[in-house]
């Protein structure tokens, strides 16, 4: 996929020394996806839309007025169990998050888009990838990868133990 200078939606681009115009460089910025880091996130994702969105809001704030790991992390499990409750129709639970990275901060006003992929399907467990990608509320035309995780959940019966899941 080749980007041509636009970004979501709109032409960045700059003056040459000649004259011309060429696509804008973006300038490296930890966790930010522009030009072919945001064509390959697209890409892996299957151009998917994501399982939620959530628009964060100032309950969700620290003093610094930075989002809690913990109202992510909240939302990162409601958003593999949509993808999960796509493959068994139980009851499911979760049983581990592992490799969970907090890539760069979340701010109030920021939406949150959680896009998933579901990774594996065992005998009594749904694995899932969550990748988590906030546009900034302040630079509306900028979108971050700030967080990513594997959740597992498992399926169980009446009884709270694990039974193994029919797809």
Known sequence: MHNNGFKNGLCQRETT???GTRPRKSAAIPGRLS???DSLA???RGGSQPAIRVVMM???ANH???IFGGVILSSLDLAGAVEAHQHWDGKLVTAAMHEVKFIAPVFVGDLVSFYTETLKIGRTSI???VTVEAKRARAPHQT????HAEVVYVAIDEAGKPTPVRT
Do not use: H, I, K
């Not at 971050?144 to 967080?147: A, E, G």
């Open 17 to 19: 020394d000649q004259g």
């Open 35 to 37: 030009g072919a880091a």
């Open 42 to 44: 697209r890409l892996e």
């Open 58 to 60: 100032p309950r969700d």
């Open 64 to 66: 610094l007025g930075t």
């Open 127 to 129: 694995s899932v990838r």
């Open 144 to 147: 971050v990868r700030v967080t």
